[in-house]
């Protein structure tokens, strides 16, 4: 029997752990029992999926690197750079605008994760404007009669229609098939909130077309999803 290419494979999926050394899965066996490599070349074996996103496996060879200089663009498009070290948690950076942000880790900075306070984004909820909810699934604004009545398209093809800015702004925005308690039915998978970090929301799916079962973000079922399409 030819093995399914549809199966959503972790091999090689890199993280960065919280103490700032990116590490990788070299192993998968199913979510509660993975192999990771850090960058130096140490091996952790039987940890869990949701400790590596959450990147909380302790690499007991860790050796501090962590530069003052460094530069790396934050999530809102700003370049930061460090410009003091105490510990890999307690560092300094500063925003291209001067803006100077203390006290933070190591690891956040690597994943750009660190808020620029003066930073201003913009509210404007036009129609092509697109967003992440709260559910981690992203959505598009499809149509805008006026501020409270907006439609707007889920990554997966489905439409809320008549949603409130509100909603949108708080990126409280439902998707009408995963209930409040992140229960539900997406792109073929049955799915439940498992967890959220820095990377994304996570469900524990199991796909209703082919048996796969993992823990995946909606982008990745996304994924999955176009891919059984393109074998079938």
Do not use: W
Request: glycine letters at 8%.
């Amino acid at each position: 029997m030819k093995e399914s290419t549809t199966h959503f494979s972790h091999i090689g999926e890199t993280v960065m752990a919280n103490c700032g050394q990116s590490m990788k899965i070299i192993a998968y066996k199913n979510y509660k029992n993975i192999d990771v490599e850090f960058e130096d070349g140490t091996v952790i074996c039987s940890k869990t999926y949701a400790a590596f996103k959450k990147g909380q496996i302790l690499n007991p060879n860790l050796v501090k690197s962590q530069q003052i200089g460094e530069v790396i663009t934050a999530v809102n498009g700003q370049q930061m750079k460090i410009v003091a070290r105490r510990s890999c948690r307690d560092i300094d950076v500063m925003f291209e605008d001067g803006t100077l942000v203390t006290g933070v880790e190591y690891s956040n900075f690597l994943k750009g994760n660190i808020k620029n306070p003066n930073f201003k984004y913009s509210s404007k909820y036009e129609v092509g404007s697109s967003y992440m909810g709260s559910n981690g699934i992203t959505f598009t604004i499809i149509d805008k009669r006026h501020s409270n009545d907006i439609d707007i398209k889920f990554e997966d093809g489905t439409v809320s229609k008549h949603v409130k800015t509100g909603a949108i702004s708080a990126r409280n925005v439902r998707h009408p098939s995963i209930n409040q308690r992140g229960y539900g039915v997406f792109c073929n998978f049955e799915v439940s909130r498992a967890f959220k970090d820095d990377n994304g929301v996570f469900y524990r799916c199991k796909c209703s077309k082919c048996g796969l079962e993992d823990i995946m973000t909606p982008q990745q079922m996304v994924k999955h999803y176009g891919l059984l399409h393109e074998e079938n």
